[in-house]
């Protein structure tokens, strides 16, 4: 189990800043539009 989990995490790493960046997109498109 702990070895998935240090490959998901690796994967993670590049997900990351993606995923952050898509989040905090969405986030403010939520608020801009209200």
């Known amino acids: 189990m702990s070895s998935v989990w240090k490959r998901l995490q690796r994967v993670n790493k590049r ?3 993606f ?3 898509v989040s905090y ?3 403010t498109l939520e ?4």
């Open 15 to 17: 997900a990351a800043k």
């Open 19 to 21: 995923q952050f960046t």
């Open 25 to 27: 997109h969405e986030l």
């Open 31 to 34: 608020t801009t539009s209200k």
